[in-house]
């Protein structure tokens, strides 16, 4: 039999260990900054099936108002940018499990993500939810659209409110590309979207025979994230959203990008400019 010593002796052991593990643990999941430096890469989840904000190039390459900050993110580090394409059911996953260290990807700043995931303050952009219909449907009204099937995309926060307090008849679809070839298909009436991407669809000529005749509803701002657990990681992007809105930054890209300054943004560039 062993002797009480020597049973304390191996729970004292035990417990080190445990706590060792522990420190470890945390010791990882409070580091990304550091990680990104010694890495010498930055991975940024971001769209790219929603143009002007993140899309496709000719040459393959992802482009956009979000691929440019999280360019202008990586130039203030001192490292190289890799970009990995997200959609809205998968993008709070991939920065949960360690897929990706930054996400710059048109997400809607809520209280239930905000449990899930640091959303940095502050907020860089927003938006409403809005439809693209044909110009031939002469809608004028969301009443219009009650009872009638309009394609969504899966993970977007307003279409409980479009079924519930509007009545549409939600399809939800993975991605984007699903959802307009649906639009373009007769599957559903319009695409029920957010109105920022909705115009960038309305700036290429396949949808000159759409429209976006409703006033937008619901506008709530976007945050970028990062996993929760990283003080430093989140100060730091802290600090770019800062920049961003003094500078700037965010409407110069949306004259780039060829649509309207957003009040959002100039009223963010007004604030801080006077800071």
């Known amino acids: 039999m062993k002797s009480l010593s020597q049973c304390y002796r191996l729970l004292a052991g035990a417990v080190f260990a445990a706590g060792l593990l522990w420190l470890s643990a945390v010791q990882a999941r409070a580091d990304d900054l550091a990680t990104i430096k010694q890495r010498g890469t930055l991975i940024v989840g971001v769209k790219a099936d929603y143009p002007p904000f993140g899309f496709r190039a000719p040459s393959g390459q992802i482009e956009g108002i979000e691929p440019a900050l999280a360019a202008d993110v990586a130039k203030s580090l001192g490292v190289k940018l890799q970009l990995v394409p997200v959609v809205a059911a998968n993008r709070m996953q991939f920065l949960e499990q360690g897929k990706i260290d930054l996400m710059l990807a048109t997400l809607t700043d809520t209280p239930e993500r905000r449990r899930v995931i640091d959303i940095v303050q502050p907020d860089y952009y927003a938006s409403g939810f809005n439809i693209m219909v044909p110009k031939s449907m002469n809608l004028t009204s969301w009443d219009e659209l009650k009872g009638k099937p309009v394609c969504g995309i899966q993970g977007a926060y307003y279409n409980k409110e479009a079924a519930e307090r509007l009545g549409m008849q939600v399809i939800a679809f993975t991605g984007t590309a699903e959802a307009l070839t649906a639009l ?3 599957r559903c009436v319009g695409l029920l979207y957010d109105d ?4 960038g669809n309305l700036l290429q000529p396949e ?8 006033e937008s509803q619901d506008a709530k701002p976007w945050g970028l994230a990062v996993r929760l657990g990283q003080p430093e990681w989140s100060a730091y992007m802290s600090k770019m959203a800062e920049k961003w809105a003094k500078d700037g930054t965010i409407l110069q890209l949306e004259s780039q ?19």
């Open 184 to 186: 373009k298909q007769g």
């Open 196 to 199: 920022t991407s909705i115009e």
């Open 207 to 214: 949808w000159h025979a759409y429209d976006m005749p409703l």
């Open 257 to 275: 990008n060829h649509i309207k300054p957003s009040k959002f943004a100039a009223d963010m560039h007004k604030k801080y400019a006077a800071q």
